[in-house]
């Protein structure tokens, strides 16, 4: 198979869980046909020595995702919120030092 066809397939991207984590972890990405092969492709690509418990795959397209730009408007508006720091709240002192 030509690289030209595989570059064609859609672009998939590989996130696995390890038998110590409890989360998936991205990986990379790999060109497939379809979900089932980019599945096996993972697998022999990124678990070849049995590190993995879990595979997911999915087609980059359907990833949104923000950009260095948003980074303003997406984070620093959360700042403007004190009831999510501590210092908001009185402790009383019958709690003692948290």
């Known amino acids: 198979m030509s690289t030209t066809a595989l570059k064609e397939w859609p672009l998939w991207e ?3 869980r390890s038998k ?3 989360e998936h ?10 979900a089932q092969q980019a599945l096996q492709m ?3 690509v990124y678990t070849r020595r049995q ?3 879990s595979i997911w795959v999915l087609p980059s397209a ?3 995702a923000s950009g260095p730009d948003d980074k303003e ?9 004190i009831y999510r720091h501590p210092t908001f709240y009185e402790i009383p002192e019958e709690v ?3």
């Open 25 to 34: 972890k991205h990986c990379g990405s790999l060109h497939a046909a379809d």
């Open 62 to 64: 359907a990833i949104t």
């Open 20 to 22: 110590q984590g409890l």
């Open 73 to 81: 408007a997406l984070f620093e508006p959360a700042a403007d919120k």
């Open 14 to 16: 590989v996130f696995v």
């Open 42 to 44: 993972a697998r022999d």
């Open 96 to 98: 003692g030092h948290m």
């Open 51 to 53: 590190e993995g418990v």
